[in-house]
Structure formats: C-alpha cells, structure tokens
T-cell receptor, first 113, second 113 residues
Framework: KAGVTQTPRYLIKTRGQQVTLSCSPISGHRSVSWYQQTPGQGLQFLFEYFSETQRNKGNFPGRFSGRQFSNSRSEMNVSTLELGDSALYLC????????????FGQGTRLTVV | QKEVEQNSGPLSVPEGAIASLNCTYSDRGSQSFFWYRQYSGKSPELIMFIYSNGDKEDGRFTAQLNKASQYVSLLIRDSQPSDSATYLCAASGGSGGSYIPTFGRGTSLIVHP
C-alpha cells in the first residue's frame, strides 16, 4: 500500500514569487491536512480538505490556500512568498473520521531567498 | 485554544534505560492521542495511538493515558541510540468535534551508548 506522496521534495524560491505543492494521500483516504513546521513554531496546522471541501482552517494569512481534487489529491499554494515562509511543509492523510491516525508524507522543504 | 504541552528537552538517557516522555493537553474533550517520532530532517512517523484510559503496549513502547489528569506519556524500554529523535505528542477529537490533531512542540530524546 503506497504511502503519502509529496512533491517536490525541495524548492528554492525568491520573495514575491508563488509556489504550489502537491500531496497524494494514501489510497482510500479522503482527508488531507497541511502543516507548516519551523524550528521556532513546531507543527502549525494550515488547513484540512475532505471530499474536495475545506473542512478546517488554521490561523494563516490568505496567501496560503489549497484545494482538493476528486481523486483526493491536494495542492497547497502560497502566493507572494516571504522569507518567513521558509519551512518544511507536511501533508497528512487520514480516513477523515473520529479515531483515525494521520500519516505524513516526506514533506516539501521550501526555502525563500 | 487547544494546547498540547511537552518539555522540549533534551532528555538524555543511557542505552538500555527506560525513557519517559510526557505530555499534557488542555482540551478535556480530547478523545484520541498519538505519539510520533521525527528524526532530524525527516517527517513525523506514527508510533503509538491510544484512546482509552490506561496503558497500551507495543513492543518496547508503552503509551499511558490519564484523562482525569489530562496527561499522556510514552515509555520506551531498553532505549537504543536509534531511538534518538524528537517525539511529538498530539491530541484530537476535542470540543467542536474537530478531528484535526493538535501537536505539541516535541521532546528531543538522546540515547547515548
């Protein structure tokens, strides 16, 4: 059974640019959550998509957005990149219900210069 | 705001000893609890989950949950240098019905030979 796949693994962007990250969840999982991880803030929840709908949202500015497709694959977009957006972006896949565990992808390391 | 608190460490233990990692959570309605291991530069890996009060054992790992005290712990028996990592505690299913786990900032564990 394939795990959670995130692409790309590494990205270097300049300030002001935008970036799109992709996440393919475990087959059969309908929920995809996105997290930002930095040394200072730990794992911060961005948003969750379930059946193509944003179901939960964290406290991030509107520059961070996402979507989910009918095959449960999800994309996250960050516009007008800032230096502070440099982080490891992780997506987690779950079945979407109560008592379900979250499985993480390998992450995308984004560096903004 | 839901919070999960962990001592950042590092917790240093000798090889073969028992490592005890602790976590408290603020949302009394939380129902699901998870422990993740994260090696430096890698993504979090689920190692244990627990839903009911008491102990749950899996190999060298034992998770303990005390809902009255809002306290979760992870014991690692016969600690090995390969157990050196950051351990993240997470809680979900609390007030508002959200299944999105809230993560602590993690405890760094160092197992020295």
């Amino acid at each position: 059974k394939a795990g959670v796949t995130q692409t790309p693994r590494y990205l270097i962007k300049t300030r002001g640019q935008q970036v799109t990250l992709s996440c393919s969840p475990i087959s059969g999982h309908r929920s995809v959550s996105w997290y930002q991880q930095t040394p200072g803030q730990g794992l911060q929840f961005l948003f969750e998509y379930f059946s193509e709908t944003q179901r939960n949202k964290g406290n991030f500015p509107g520059r961070f957005s996402g979507r989910q497709f009918s095959n449960s694959r999800s994309e996250m977009n960050v516009s007008t990149l800032e230096l502070g957006d440099s982080a490891l972006y992780l997506c987690a896949s779950t079945g979407g219900g109560q008592f379900t565990e979250a499985f993480f992808g390998q992450g995308t390391r984004l560096t903004v210069v | 705001q839901k919070e999960v608190e962990q001592n950042s460490g590092p917790l240093s233990v000798p090889e073969g000893a028992i490592a005890s990692l602790n976590c408290t959570y603020s949302d009394r309605g939380s129902q699901s609890f998870f422990w993740y291991r994260q090696y430096s530069g890698k993504s979090p890996e689920l190692i244990m989950f627990i839903y009911s009060n008491g102990d749950k054992e899996d190999g060298r790992f034992t998770a303990q949950l005390n809902k009255a005290s809002q306290y979760v712990s992870l014991l690692i028996r016969d600690s090995q240098p390969s157990d050196s990592a950051t351990y993240l505690c997470a809680a979900s299913g609390g007030s508002g019905g959200s299944y999105i786990p809230t993560f602590g900032r993690g405890t760094s564990l160092i197992v020295h030979p």
